[in-house]
């Protein structure tokens, strides 16, 4: 089978492209974010290959595999094939509703009533990454399933020597309070924490912090991160409003224990013996600072967390869900 898709979310697609597929992935001459090709911080096989846009029109394409609005209309251009009627198409729906008062048509108007863009339409499944996902958008007419997260287990490099909390927030001064980033000096008050992303490096000076209770790293490369990421006890996750960031799922399979806010799907990706959630900031201030202080705890729980994780997220169900919804689509 050949799947056209996009390179957009890095660990998403990474974990995608180990399926039995050939993937087709656009690259332009300056590798914007329409043709980023392969990338060069993740290990991708080589049954993924890049693709000009120009030459998409000569290719077989059995199914194309949609992550974002504008990639009908890209499809439609290159291909020369409109996705959901001229070749079988599903959109992979990674996001939450994110509602903006210039959204907002009416006070009644609200996240849990968002409407997908494929609300009217009944050729392209709409596949959810979470059940919470699936649970606030209104799909309408659209086929709607889920097909959970799986992750490439990077395996358990749990050391702990460094007592000190691990985050990982991509563009955090950007995505402000959705991330969590306002939380991060009450929690970094409480125990040192690196922050982890891309776009981190100026956070420490407009949040504020103390000197060393927030240091940043910025861009590392998949396996170096996840070297560093095990170095940490403990593992926060403060997202206020996401769909179920991987970075949670990938430190779970590190072995750390789990600090995080009780909302979104981390309620359900988090058993209680992996960690603590809750909705009171100070509980997990509190909750990361101890399991800092005590290495064979944290360890114990840590353990509890990846073995749950690779239980519920491992990269096997997750090629076997995509496998049967790529052959059923194609049909």
């Excluded at 009644?108 to 050729?123: A, T, Y």
């Excluded at 059940?131 to 490439?152: M, Q, S, Y």
């Excluded at 000190?164 to 929690?187: C, E, F, K, S």
């Excluded at 000197?211 to 926060?236: I, K, S």
């Amino acid at each position: 089978m050949r799947v056209l898709m996009w390179h957009v979310h890095g660990s998403w697609a990474t974990s995608f492209v180990h399926g039995p597929q050939t993937t087709l992935v656009p690259v332009t001459p300056g590798r914007d974010a329409d043709g980023k090709g392969r990338p060069d911080t993740f290990h991708w096989p080589g049954r993924a290959v890049e693709v000009p846009p120009e030459r998409l029109r000569h290719e077989d394409v059995d199914v194309v595999v949609l992550q974002r609005p504008r990639e009908l209309r890209l499809a439609e251009e290159w291909l020369g094939r409109r996705p959901g009627r001229d070749v079988p198409a599903v959109y992979v729906e990674h996001d939450t509703p994110r509602r903006t008062p210039a959204d907002i048509g009416t006070p009644e108007e609200v996240v849990p009533d968002s409407r997908h863009f494929l609300h009217d339409r009944s050729d392209i499944p709409v596949v959810h990454v979470t059940h919470f996902n699936r649970l606030f958008w209104n799909c309408g007419r659209a086929p709607v399933r889920v097909i959970e997260h799986g992750v490439v287990d990077p395996g358990y490099r749990y050391t702990a020597d460094l007592p000190r909390a691990g985050v990982v927030i991509n563009d955090p001064l950007r995505r402000g309070r959705v991330a969590g980033t306002d939380l991060l000096p009450d929690l970094a008050a409480a125990v040192p924490l690196d922050l982890f992303g891309m776009n981190v490096r100026d956070v420490p000076g407009r949040l504020g912090t103390a000197p060393g209770a927030l240091r940043t790293f910025e861009d590392l490369p998949q396996a170096r991160m996840h070297e560093e990421l095990a170095r940490r006890r403990v593992y926060v996750h403060p997202y206020r409003w996401t769909s179920l960031g991987l970075a949670l799922i990938e430190a779970m399979m590190l072995g750390l224990p789990v600090v995080a806010l009780a909302t979104t799907e981390a309620v359900e990706a988090v058993p209680p013996e992996a960690g603590v959630l809750s909705t009171r900031v100070g509980t997990l201030a509190d909750a990361a600072r101890a399991l800092a202080a005590d290495p064979p705890r944290a360890r114990q729980i840590g353990k509890e967390a990846r073995a749950h994780a690779v239980e519920r997220y491992g990269l096997p169900r997750f090629l076997r869900d995509w496998r049967r919804t790529l052959q059923e689509v194609s049909r």
